[in-house]
């Protein structure tokens, strides 16, 4: 079977600190069709060779949507559906209800998604099940794992 991808689906990294990291969800978006936008202040610029070394490199096949917040991201798309990925959430990743035209949502690897936004969308919050005293998967290894499971969901893989 030849996949269909899909450009429904977004990453959203809410203030990403290392560019490696962004840089291989920038290939995987570029792989998959995958939408890329980052919210809020970058612990980096778009210059950076580690960057454009870990994957923007298929920036010609991915754009990434910049905004000042996620207020503002969510006012542009006001239909788009909303997931919230972090090691605090109570559902398992596999319980989000994937569908089109929906946004994937990720904090930052030093500090994940502030505890308002897990508040406020505890029931739009999923984690990635891991062993006990483990501090956190890989940004972009968790990234991968939601999107393909979303993929899959949606019947695009």
Known sequence: ????????????????????????????????????????????????????????????FVTPERFPDLPDLLAEYPDWAVSFYSTKAKQIYTQTPFQE???????????????????????QCFRIPMLENRRSLNLSTSVGIVLYEGLRQLGQW
């Open 1 to 60: 079977m030849i996949p269909t991808l899909s450009s429904n689906l977004g990453i959203v990294l809410v203030e990403p600190r290392i560019p490696q990291n962004v840089g291989n969800i920038g290939r995987l978006c570029a792989c998959t069709g995958a939408r890329l936008i980052l919210v809020g202040d970058l612990g980096f610029t778009f210059d950076e060779k580690h960057l454009k070394r870990s994957g923007m490199d298929y920036l010609e």
């Open 101 to 123: 035209n929906h946004f994937l949502v990720f904090g930052s690897e030093d500090r994940g998604l502030p505890a308002a936004i897990i508040e406020t969308y505890a029931n």
